[in-house]
């Protein structure tokens, strides 16, 4: 089985991780119920996907202004999601892994950039990559342990 991953040569890439107190299907659940992430992640003001979860299906959801097209490449769940889309000129791949440890499950991102306005602004890119998934990162920990404790 082929696995992708993000774009290696990109000029902006970001990589983070958080350990979550939560059972592994509350993440995974959390994560791909992907109509909802308004609802937990203050940075998307709107998502909605056209079909069910699996390679091959777009979905689209706004941040920052923008509108993006995402399409589904590989998922296994539920460990791992991958998916990529272009917007505004900026083309990005996105890797998310969940790996169940003693101490909670290690949700682990990568995501790459690239495309003319990643390039002419590489270092503001790349804070804004890095506080997007570090933010994120910190909601889906916040959201997914309150769950667990049944709050």
Avoid: C
Avoid at 6 to 29: C, F, K, Q, Y
Avoid at 74 to 91: D, F, L, N, T
Avoid at 123 to 128: F, G, L, N, T, Y
Wanted: glycine letters at 8%; hydrophobic letters at 40%; proline letters at 6%.
């Amino acid at each position: 089985m082929s696995t992708m991953g993000i774009d290696e040569n990109a000029p902006v890439i970001s990589r983070e991780e958080i350990l979550i107190d939560a059972p592994l299907g509350t993440i995974w659940g959390l994560h791909t119920d992907i109509s909802s992430w308004s609802e937990w992640l203050p940075d998307i003001d709107a998502s909605a996907i056209e079909g069910s979860l699996e390679a091959g299906t777009v979905f689209h959801w706004e941040t920052y202004g923008m509108s993006i097209e995402s399409t589904i490449e590989e998922i296994e769940p539920p460990r791992r999601i991958v998916w990529s889309g272009p917007a505004q000129s900026i083309m990005a791949i996105h890797l998310w892994t969940m790996t169940p440890s003693e101490n909670g499950v290690l949700v682990h991102t990568e995501e790459s950039w690239d495309g003319e306005p990643v390039r002419a602004q590489p270092e503001e890119m790349q804070r804004a990559l890095d506080d997007s998934l570090r933010g994120w990162l910190q909601n889906l920990k916040h959201k997914a342990e309150m769950q667990a404790q049944g709050r």
